[in-house]
């Protein structure tokens, strides 16, 4: 089955700076790839997504970059600020309504 | 629309007791998902609903676990008898039917203790 893993585990950088999480995937046949923010007390609220064919996407201060080849996709978050503080996961999904693996998780403080 | 919604947000039972955890998705998705998160691990997924029928159970951890979705709208989870490592937060999502795009929507969860 399909293992997602996911670095660093907690994260700090001081407001304004950009922070950059990065996962990885096995299963060649995933195609989808969100990307969800917890808050404390909240459930995982998608973010971004990415699809297998595109290699970048750009939201705001956001963006996701998918290199298939590598198995590698990254979340980019630039002019952090404090709201942003919260737990990141990526994810990968092998296409249609199939379950969504997880990674980890982030935990990212911005420090004001 | 509404979201997602979990109840309860929190329990607390004792070894060997049962638990049902209810699940009420957006209306009109017809796609239900179970997802566990044990302490500080990542979100794993149970089960998986499309309408009444279960689509994919290959999650759940033992047949201590029961999942229904009677009628196609609303879900439980039972557990019976809770175990100490079934402890965690239980999430559940839903998405639209047949669009090609599944973007799950997640409930806020329901914390599970078990001592």
């Known amino acids: 089955g399909e293992n997602v893993e996911q670095h660093p585990s907690t994260l700090s950088v001081q407001e304004g700076d950009s922070a950059v999480i990065k996962c990885t995937y096995s299963?060649?046949?995933?195609?989808?790839f969100p990307w969800y923010k917890q808050e404390l007390g909240k459930g995982p609220q998608l973010i971004i997504d990415?699809?297998?064919?595109?290699g970048e996407k750009k939201d705001q201060r956001i963006a996701v970059t998918l290199n298939k080849t590598a198995k590698h996709f990254s979340l980019h978050i630039t002019e952090t600020q404090p709201e942003d503080s919260a737990v990141y996961f990526c994810?990968?999904?092998?296409?249609?309504?199939?379950?969504?693996?997880f990674g980890t998780g982030t935990k990212l403080q911005v420090i004001p | 629309e509404a979201g997602v919604t979990q109840f309860p947000s929190h329990s607390v039972i004792e070894k060997g007791q049962t638990v049902t955890l209810r699940c009420d998705p957006i209306?009109?998705?017809?796609?239900l998902y179970w997802y566990r998160r044990v302490m500080g691990k990542e979100i794993k997924f149970l089960l998986h609903?499309?309408?009444?029928?279960?689509?994919?159970e290959s999650g759940m951890p033992n047949n201590r676990f029961l999942a229904e979705r009677t009628g196609g709208t609303y879900s439980t989870l039972k557990v019976q008898p809770a175990e100490l490592e079934d402890s965690g937060v239980y999430f559940c999502?839903?998405?639209?039917?047949?669009?090609?795009?599944?973007?799950?929507?997640f409930g806020p969860g329901t914390r599970l203790t078990v001592t």
């Open positions: 999502a839903s998405s639209r039917p047949g669009t090609g795009v599944n973007e799950q929507y």
């Open positions: 299963d060649s046949a995933s195609n989808y």
């Open positions: 990415i699809r297998s064919n595109v």
């Open positions: 994810a990968a999904q092998a296409g249609g309504y199939q379950k969504v693996t």
């Open positions: 209306s009109g998705h017809d796609n």
């Open positions: 609903f499309v309408k009444e029928s279960k689509q994919d």
